[in-house]
């Protein structure tokens, strides 16, 4: 039994391995045409319809992209050249991700300010601020007083 | 700290302000041509009454490319008369050229024959390949080229007779101008 169990771990090892090395490497090897051409269609933006891109969509404009893209791809373009031939055309507009930095870095940068701004507000109060703290008991004090003055005016 | 607080009212409200005027101030779907200031994609198109029309042959002569759809309510229709307005006004300076976008042949020279037909040629182009190469988003879209074949305007909507003379008058002086 032993025998036999020692060949059939170490077959089944070396395919394990096996299996794992072709994942590994696939990745590497170059998408095809049509794997390009879809990729860039997804990133592109329909023209003549609605939060769509020219992958989803099957208007006149998205089919004649899709044309083009793969007539440049077959022309030997790179996939960067495909894009700025459309940006080229429409704009930026085109991509639906746009390219600018500022444009991701924008929300994160609003959002952190709204927090340094709300922590300057709830900040506990410093000394500077302790003026304000006794006016506000010296006009309580006053306005106690001011009662205590009306309830023994209508005492007397 | 207090005047801080008082600082922030103009530092928060008054950008926020000027950018929500400026944002809810103009159409998101007008984007601008990269187009302007570049030379006008060529092109060889069949006309609806069987003629040829190429790029080149209208080199040496500012033309306007108005692409343009009978499906397209109100925005061509209420376009046509000020386009016919246009061919009478300066039609002997200035080729005006329709393409036909995303229709039928059939359903244009129907278009054509209730609203009146300027006479200029009608180019069809099937497949949409032209209005990719100018990045027509919808019709109605009109194009200004110069008579070196530079693009110098695109009119993003339908035109109207203010707009329609600025837009030639702004093409005749480009023209003037060389």
């Not at chain 1, 992958?55 to 790179?78: C, F, N, P, V, Y």
Request: contains cysteine; aromatic residues 8%; negative net charge.
């Amino acid at each position: 039994m032993r025998r036999i169990a020692l060949p059939i771990a170490a077959a089944a090892l070396v395919a394990l391995l096996a299996l794992v090395l072709v994942n590994v490497v696939r990745p590497g090897q170059p998408p095809t045409r049509a794997q390009s051409a879809a990729a860039i269609a997804a990133e592109l933006r329909c023209p003549d319809c609605q939060s769509l891109s020219v992958a989803d969509s099957h208007t006149a404009s998205a089919i004649e992209i899709r044309r083009q893209i793969d007539e440049l791809l077959g022309s030997g373009s790179s996939s960067d050249a495909v894009r700025q031939h459309f940006v080229d055309r429409y704009g930026e507009w085109i991509l639906l991700a746009p390219r600018s930095p500022v444009a991701w870095a924008l929300p994160f940068g609003v959002v952190a300010a709204g927090v340094a701004l709300l922590l300057i507000w709830l900040r506990p109060r410093t000394a500077a601020d302790g003026g304000e703290t006794v006016s506000a008991e010296a006009a309580e004090s006053e306005q106690l007083r001011r009662v205590r003055d009306e309830a023994e005016a209508l005492d007397a | 700290m207090r005047y801080l607080r008082w600082l922030l009212v103009p530092i928060v409200v008054v950008p926020l302000t000027l950018l929500l005027f400026h944002g809810f101030g103009r159409d998101p779907r007008e984007i601008p041509s990269p187009l302007i200031g570049k030379p006008a994609p060529s092109f060889s198109l069949a006309a609806l009454d069987g003629t040829r029309l190429t790029a080149a042959q209208l080199h040496g002569r500012p033309y306007v490319l108005n692409f343009w759809a009978s499906w397209c309510i109100p925005g061509c229709v209420d376009e046509h008369p000020v386009l016919l307005e246009a061919e009478r006004r300066y039609g002997a300076d200035v080729q005006i050229v329709g393409v036909v976008y995303n229709d039928s042949p059939a359903a244009a020279r129907t278009f054509l024959d209730r609203y009146g037909d300027g006479g200029w040629p009608q180019l069809s182009d099937e497949g949409g390949r032209l209005a990719v190469e100018y990045g027509v988003t919808g019709p109605p879209e009109t194009y200004f080229v110069d008579a070196t074949g530079i693009v110098r305007g695109k009119q993003f909507g339908p035109l109207t007779m203010a707009a329609m003379d600025d837009r030639f008058a702004a093409l005749l002086a480009a023209r003037a101008a060389q």
